[in-house]
């Protein structure tokens, strides 16, 4: 028997025990088909952006740790590493990419000047590939962010700098969503805070607020463009305080009507983002998931298919609003192939998507709402050794990728032939 033969045969298996318990696999698949990720491309060069030839943009709570050989130092190798790692995930999805990747021909551009014709070749090349495109302003690792301050800085000209970058990355990011055809999240995050405890924690989020406000004057289409604001609790150099709390940014987007970013290590090590999807769902236009694993606070590992990560899945596919949220992965590891990791974090967050989506939700409520939380527990219990996995093969099968951990050898086979010869 063939191995696609084998996979279906199990597939048909699986797909009778989930019937018995009232899910349909196939319109699971078909809606997991249908929920794009978002990948970030900074994985590939370890945060490195292509504002200067050789640049290292590191800093500002950002640091890729590792030298594994063969990192990206072009855009087209970055292309190219980018479309290898797609090849290799199911489903159709879409990249997300910071304004310091911008294709300025080889003539330095600052950030305050950028425009839609510096990202029109990433356009091109998206369009080409069938994917969307998310963006992001760069706040961190420039002579205007040495001091740890961008948007909240006490100088007012370094504040209208960084509000200017802010303004052209919202243009940007429309564009992009008007040629592509689907709307860019453009999502907002600064580095800015103390290192110490401060005097005055109230100055620097009022100036955050006007400066915002100044950014986000300009009305655009959100067919084209959606805005986010994303807050981090610690950075490196800003351990005691940051201006753009998690407190501060959920009444920002309530009451500005934004869309709220929810990272993964952005909070206290003991909190879950899990927790808290349905609370601002309900007060938010909609959300944006910067999905990472905090090993130690927000150190942005490979994600994994563990516990908070099907705990998220599982918040969003019971959320019932799908259309309101956007699904990005963030993490840079620089120890390991970084087109493996691409492929090993994209997989897990389909994996997750797809768990939650063969749960017989609706079934669980009525228990729920019953008082009969014996059941509740029982049937949650048992769907952990369904043979979920049959399922996943299939999906895979059907998206003609790679079964199982077939991928690596095609990861590993493109790491001889291409990644080793880079310098």
Known sequence: MSDSKKVEQAYQLAR???????????????????????????????????????????????????????????????????????????????????????????????????????????????????????????????????????????????????????????????????????????????PDGYKDIPIDRTGPRQRLADALDKVFTEKIDPAFELDAVESKLFGIGAESYTSGSHEFYLGYATSRRKLLCLDAGHFHPTEMISEKISAVLMFVPGLLLHVSRPVRWDSDHVVILDGELAAIAQELVRSGRLDRIHIGLDFFDASINRVAAWVIGMRNMAKALLLALLEPTESLKQMELAGDFTSRLALLEELKTLPFGAVWDYYCLKADVPVGPAWLDAVKAYEKDVLSRRG
């Open 16 to 190: 009778e025990q989930y019937a018995e318990l009232g899910v349909d696999t196939e319109r699971a698949l078909k809606r997991l088909a249908g929920i794009p990720i978002s990948m970030h491309c900074w994985q590939g060069d370890d945060v490195g952006g292509f504002e200067k030839a050789g640049a290292e943009l590191s800093g500002g709570g950002i640091q890729a740790t590792g030298n594994y050989p063969g990192k990206a130092r072009t855009i087209d190798e970055l292309r190219a590493d980018i479309e290898k790692a797609l090849s290799l995930i199911p489903g159709k999805h879409r990249l997300n990419l910071h304004a310091s990747y911008l294709d300025n021909g080889g003539k330095f551009v600052d950030r305050d000047e950028i425009a839609p014709k510096h990202f029109q070749s990433w356009i091109d090349w998206a369009k080409a590939n069938g994917l969307g495109m998310d963006f992001n302003p760069t706040y961190f690792s420039h002579p205007k962010a040495a001091d740890g301050f961008t948007l909240s800085h006490a100088d007012k000209g370094i504040r209208e700098f960084w509000i200017e970058h802010g303004i052209a990355c919202r243009r940007i990011g429309a564009e992009m969503g008007k040629q592509l055809g689907s709307p860019t999240v453009t999502n907002v995050w600064i």
